[in-house]
């Protein structure tokens, strides 16, 4: 992929689980848009450390936003639905 391509996605999460929004090595992403069907928690993580920085009850979008994220700190949207699976979706550019 190159720089300026859209990366994007539209998951089913299970219940309870989470979704990573995450390049792989080398890359770097802005995330404009993130999509849910349900009540989500927005968490910035490296893996080991997660800090909670938003909550949104029920289907929404975090719209025109700029979640700048690498291989080593990312975005996780995490499905607040303990008994049903969740459609969450993302939308952004590459960077690098």
Known sequence: MAVGDVK?????VAAGGSLDIRPPVGEEWVIHNIYHAYDV???FTDGTNVLT???????GVY?????HVTNTLWI?????DTANAR????DGIQTK
């Open 8 to 12: 994007s996605g539209l998951v089913s």
């Open 41 to 43: 928690d927005l968490a």
């Open 53 to 59: 920085f938003d909550t949104d009850v029920g289907a």
């Open 63 to 67: 719209a025109k936003y700029a979640f």
């Open 76 to 80: 996780r949207v995490i499905n607040k």
């Open 87 to 90: 459609l969450i979706g993302y």
